[in-house]
């Protein structure tokens, strides 16, 4: 590349006023990786990422018995990551919410007219710019998606991207900070064509497009069979040929963005920030004299606690090879009993990777959160299968299922750094680079 080039490449940049800035790993790989996740990074500010320090930034009575917990189960509004709609007080709205009174000043105005047909569909109110139907933001005309979608899938950019300067017509932000290449080939559907699909579908069947915002999916079927008119498909809303029609793409596109919603719930309770580590859980079992010291823990370590004596080695003690005498009566020797039997918890075990020195213990299905993502994007690839015209059943050459999982490997490393920084560092580093596991982190 010639200086010219250089020089071009560096002031379009430096136009976005936003540098590639990421806390500085204690292995170069991570910023590497990060650097080819991002294809903006590679293309127009390798230069500059070498000439620049990388900055800092903050990343954020007795147990009840059988009968009594289940009942508690059944009153239980909404579980953690359930594929539900959206409400006012929904984790999803929530976040958004938040991010909508952070941003405030750069919400764009809402199109009058769309919000005029808003409320044909129920209780609609505004608040400076911020249009809410049943008490859920819903964003009002193109630009108002534009700045919604950013908002509420902010997990797929840049950490450092600026919302109100992605998806407005600036390719070099987009290219910068989005990660659209990466979730087309890790999914086949980028946020980018799905917000596509929504500006036009709000302008044919705000109806419809409602009830994919608020993830009304039953919803959205009885309205697509009771439309006799055709429906509005962006060209290339996925990346390889569907089986069926546009009704049909379009929730499977919604469908596939909510999980990407759930995803992030379940990712932003497995965190190592959340302080539940084989350490801290240890420490405080050492320290507790009854089952009332657990009790009156108000930490998620003891919340933790709380739940390990409704774990499986704990209602099924003959899972337990090493049993303990006082189990039966006391609800602390329960609980210990569970942990120590545990392959978690004990030395020999290798399967968890160490995380600032310390090892993490909460799971989903089985999962940690360094390989919570990769596992569901790739769940997530093979149910689309059934969808596709081919079946997913395409050519098996090995370098395009090696493409696909580092793409798939990359983005997922993005999304983590977004909940939790110092597991994203550990994804990150090769193999070859990586300390024995009873050693192995980072310190952020």
Not at 183 to 201: C, M, N, P, W, Y
Not at 355 to 379: D, N
Not at 380 to 389: E, G, I, Q, S, V
């Amino acid at each position: 590349m010639d200086a010219m080039a250089i020089r071009a490449r560096r002031a379009e940049v430096e136009e976005l006023d936003m540098l590639p800035l990421l806390p500085k790993p204690p292995a170069a790989s991570f910023e590497l990786n990060f650097a080819r996740a991002f294809e903006g990074l590679t293309k127009c500010a390798s230069d500059i990422i070498k000439d620049n320090p990388l900055l800092d930034f903050d990343l954020e009575g007795a147990f009840p018995a059988p009968c009594t917990l289940a009942r508690r189960l059944e009153e239980q509004d909404r579980w953690l990551g359930m594929r539900d709609g959206l409400t006012r007080n929904h984790w999803v709205v929530e976040k958004l919410k938040t991010s909508l009174t952070i941003y405030r000043e750069h919400v764009p105005a809402p199109d009058q007219a769309t919000i005029a047909r808003l409320q044909h569909l129920g209780c609609v109110d505004i608040l400076d710019n911020v249009c809410s139907l049943d008490g859920v933001p819903i964003p009002a005309g193109p630009s108002q998606i534009s700045f919604f979608v950013v908002l509420r899938w902010q997990w797929l950019f840049h950490p450092l991207a600026q919302p109100w300067k992605v998806y407005v017509g600036n390719v070099s932000a987009d290219r910068v900070f989005a990660t659209d290449h990466l979730q087309e080939a890790a999914v086949g559907l980028s946020l980018k064509r799905f917000r596509d699909q929504l500006i036009a579908t709000q302008a044919e069947n705000v109806s419809f497009f409602a009830s994919l915002w608020l993830r009304r999916f039953d919803e959205a079927e009885r309205i697509l069979r009771a439309c006799t008119d055709g429906v509005v498909l962006v060209e290339g809303l996925f990346k390889f040929a569907m089986k069926r029609g546009a009704k049909e793409q379009i929730v499977v596109a919604a469908s596939i963005m909510s999980e990407w919603e759930r995803l992030f719930e379940l990712a932003d309770r497995l965190k190592f920030s959340r302080g539940v580590t084989r350490e801290t859980v240890l420490k405080a079992l050492e320290k507790a004299n009854s089952w009332s010291d657990i009790l009156s823990l108000t930490t998620d370590v003891g919340t933790y606690l709380v739940g390990c004596a409704a774990s499986l080695r704990a209602i099924h003690r003959t899972m337990n090879s090493k049993p303990s005498a006082d189990s039966e009566t006391c609800t602390l020797a329960l609980v210990r009993e569970a942990i120590t039997n545990s392959p978690v918890f004990q030395d020999r075990y290798r399967r968890i990777a160490m995380v600032s020195g310390q090892r993490p213990v909460l799971f989903f299905a089985g999962v940690e959160l360094a390989k919570f993502l990769p596992v569901m994007l790739e769940q997530m690839f093979d149910n689309l299968a059934r969808h596709r015209t081919d079946g997913g059943k395409v050519s098996l050459v090995h370098r395009v299922a090696t493409d696909r999982r580092r793409n798939a490997m990359l983005l997922s490393m993005i999304v983590t750094s977004n909940v939790c920084q110092p597991t994203a560092q550990v994804m990150a580093l090769p193999i070859e680079n990586k300390p024995p596991r009873e050693t192995q982190g980072n310190s952020c």
